[in-house]
């Protein structure tokens, strides 16, 4: 299922913290194991996708990709329109960047899903 930006998810207890991603994706197996949250989902989405504002700092960018990784969020993109990249972070190794003549992948997530950088940035004709 993919969620929009309004969409929540309780990344801890106690106090709470909820987190809404401009776009995220839930698997259907939790789906179905869990059903659809009445208010927030608990628990990280599989993909988070955040897309940088004019006025969002690198350190806070940073944290909200450390956020999502640490309560077990599978693939974090990053998408940098003012400077046409994207950033792909998992929990298993360092950040990749992406830009205009590369191709994102949606590996291990979304198998066979490619998808190149120039056009989500319009940059193709």
Known sequence: MV????????LERDPDTVLAPDV??????RILASGLP??????????????????????????????????GTRLVWVVDPKRLVVEIHD????????????????????PGFRLPVADIFGLTP
């Open 91 to 110: 929990p298993d190794g360092a950040p990749r960047r992406l830009g205009g003549s590369d191709v994102l992948e949606g590996e291990p997530l979304f």
């Open 38 to 71: 009445p208010t927030f989902w608990e628990g990280p989405p599989d993909l988070a996708v955040e897309v940088t504002s004019p006025g969002d700092t690198r350190r806070e960018v940073a944290d909200k990709v450390a956020s999502w990784l640490a309560a």
């Open 24 to 29: 995220a994706f839930v698997r259907r197996e």
């Open 3 to 10: 969620c929009g930006a309004e969409t929540g998810f309780v």
